[in-house]
């Protein structure tokens, strides 16, 4: 297999201000020569750069918001501009919601699918032409769990990530032959700061058992795209609930998931009530 695009590559990472993404950029500055680290929040991306300072990669921090569809059209063009080349493009910056979807906020929901579809398309779209050109790069999304089964609860987050599981796996057919790679990841549960920001379905937080660590989870994204492997589910309870969802009888799971929505449906409706 041809070297890794990582190694002496410049490497963009989107959400690399917290969890699964900081880790990726802190693991990459050990093999790439320039990390662009991309999120809304600059302070957190400064600290980030501040502690890889001493690591051999340049960390350029780029603060900006991906629901701005021109700041996102114009990233990939400055980066270039910048340093020449993206070799590596980490799709990682993603946003959930958890509830009926009747009653979501509809902003919301429109800064996720922002976020989790168009930020994920237009960023993809910019970075291929050159790579197309050098017969060369890499393409790592990360998508989820959700992004192969279904959840009622998480009908829109669920929907954005069969979108990113879709759109990774026709393009990955569609680069075939021009030695660019498109992998994706499809994490269970992470223990990050995603959790904080998506209303939880439990009156209280998982397990600690549950999740995988941020940074094994990134270990394995970016071993993914070293091997060039089209769909990673990494960490034990992720891969099970994952290959549980593959192979159980549609009807089946489609039965369960149901039987589950109306126990959920229940008891937000009696939460509201409280
Ligand atoms: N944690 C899990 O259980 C889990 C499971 C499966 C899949 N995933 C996926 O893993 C990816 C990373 O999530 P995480 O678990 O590491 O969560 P996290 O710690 O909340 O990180 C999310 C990252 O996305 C960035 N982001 C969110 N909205 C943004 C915006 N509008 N513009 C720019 N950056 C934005 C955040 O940065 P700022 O807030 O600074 O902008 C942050 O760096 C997501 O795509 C998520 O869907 C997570």
Same mark, same amino acid.
């Given at each position: 297999?041809?070297?890794?695009?990582?190694?002496?590559?410049?490497?963009?990472?989107?959400?690399?201000?917290?969890?699964?993404?900081?880790?990726?950029?802190?693991?990459?500055?050990?093999?790439?020569?320039?990390?662009?680290?991309?999120?809304?929040?600059?302070? @957190?991306?400064?600290?980030?750069?501040?502690?890889?300072?001493?690591?051999?990669?340049?960390?350029?921090?780029?603060?900006?918001?991906?629901?701005?569809?021109?700041?996102?059209? +114009?990233?990939?063009?400055?980066?270039?501009?910048?340093?020449?080349?993206?070799?590596?493009?980490?799709?990682?910056?993603?946003?959930?919601?958890?509830?009926?979807?009747?009653?979501?906020?509809?902003?919301?929901?429109?800064?996720?699918?922002?976020?989790?579809?168009?930020?994920?398309?237009?960023?993809?779209?910019?970075?291929?032409?050159?790579?197309?050109?050098?017969?060369?790069?890499?393409?790592?999304?990360?998508? +989820?769990?959700?992004?192969?089964?279904?959840?009622?609860?998480?009908?829109?987050?669920?929907?954005?990530?069969?979108?990113?599981?879709?759109?990774?796996?026709?393009?990955?057919?569609?680069?075939?032959?021009?030695?660019?790679?498109?992998?994706?990841?499809?994490?269970?549960?992470?223990?990050?700061?995603?959790?904080?920001?998506?209303?939880?379905?439990?009156? !209280?937080?998982?397990?600690?058992?549950?999740?995988?660590?941020?940074?094994?989870?990134? +270990?394995?994204?970016?071993?993914?795209?070293?091997?060039?492997?089209?769909?990673?589910?990494?960490?034990?309870?992720?891969?099970?609930?994952?290959?549980?969802?593959?192979?159980?009888?549609?009807?089946?799971? !489609?039965?369960?998931?149901?039987?589950?929505? @109306?126990?959920?449906?229940?008891?937000?409706?009696? @939460? @509201?009530? !409280?």
């Amino acid at each position: 297999m041809s070297r890794s695009p990582i190694d002496g590559g410049v490497v963009v990472v989107t959400g690399a201000s917290s969890g699964i993404g900081a880790d990726i950029a802190r693991q990459l500055a050990e093999r790439a020569q320039v990390v662009v680290v991309v999120a809304r929040r600059l302070h @957190r991306l400064e600290a980030l750069a501040e502690a890889l300072s001493g690591s051999t990669a340049q960390i350029d921090v780029r603060a900006l918001d991906l629901t701005d569809d021109a700041a996102c059209g +114009s990233l990939i063009e400055h980066v270039t501009a910048a340093h020449g080349r993206v070799d590596v493009l980490v799709n990682n910056a993603g946003m959930g919601d958890f509830g009926l979807l009747e009653s979501a906020d509809a902003n919301k929901i429109r800064w996720m699918i922002q976020v989790n579809v168009m930020a994920v398309t237009r960023l993809t779209q910019a970075v291929l032409p050159q790579m197309v050109a050098r017969g060369s790069g890499g393409i790592l999304n990360i998508s +989820s769990g959700f992004g192969v089964n279904f959840m009622p609860g998480f009908a829109a987050y669920v929907g954005t990530k069969h979108f990113v599981t879709g759109l990774t796996e026709s393009l990955r057919t569609e680069v075939a032959g021009t030695g660019i790679r498109v992998v994706q990841v499809c994490p269970g549960p992470v223990a990050t700061e995603f959790e904080a920001g998506v209303e939880s379905p439990l009156d !209280r937080s998982l397990p600690g058992w549950v999740e995988q660590s941020s940074a094994a989870c990134a +270990s394995a994204a970016i071993a993914a795209l070293d091997r060039n492997r089209a769909l990673t589910v990494p960490g034990v309870v992720g891969w099970l609930l994952v290959h549980l969802g593959w192979w159980s009888p549609r009807m089946l799971t !489609r039965g369960v998931l149901s039987l589950l929505g @109306r126990l959920l449906r229940r008891e937000l409706m009696q @939460r @509201r009530q !409280r």
